[in-house]
């Protein structure tokens, strides 16, 4: 869980959140939104963020949060962070056709989570031979107290908020 540690910086003179990172919530290649085989996602209708390439089956908190909504059928999942941001956790692209097969969640709604806590299991094989693309979407659906985000691929935590 190293890469999980320190994942919120404080500004010390004022007791305030300067930053909020936020990390991938599975294994797999970080991609641009642009790149998901779903306008919704890749136009940003939603919000911005990024999405991920899964090679893990494991699906985990991605900031520490709140669950505020799970979709009836299991593909997409909400969380709200103490600042206010909200995100939004979308496994696969067209899954919802799935009726919740391929998805054993490990939360529900109301739970508070940490960084790294398990929120569920994703069977990609299951979903590929189903024909579906396994693309994990999050998309920041409100900045909340924040102002700014920065997606960077190239560091453990994926977006920076601030």
Avoid: W
């Avoid at 909020?20 to 939603?46: A, C, Q, R």
């Amino acid at each position: 869980m190293g890469l999980f540690n320190k994942f919120l910086n404080k500004d010390k003179q004022i007791g305030k959140t300067s930053s909020l990172y936020i990390y991938s919530p599975v294994k797999g290649e970080v991609i641009d939104i642009e790149e998901v085989k779903d306008p919704i996602f890749s136009k940003k209708i939603m919000g911005d963020g990024f999405a991920v390439i899964p090679k893990d089956k494991e699906i985990t908190a991605p900031v520490d949060g709140k669950v505020e909504f799970i979709a009836e059928t299991k593909h997409g999942i909400s969380l709200k962070t103490k600042e206010g941001l909200e995100l939004f956790i979308h496994l696969g692209i067209d899954t919802v056709n799935l009726k919740g097969e391929g998805f054993r969640m490990k939360v529900k709604k109301g739970d508070v989570l940490k960084v790294g806590d398990p929120i569920c299991q994703y069977d990609i094989d299951f979903i590929k031979n189903k024909g579906f693309d396994t693309t994990v979407v999050l998309v920041i659906t409100s900045l909340g107290d924040f102002k700014n985000m920065k997606v960077d691929k190239t560091r453990n935590n994926v977006v920076e908020v601030y």
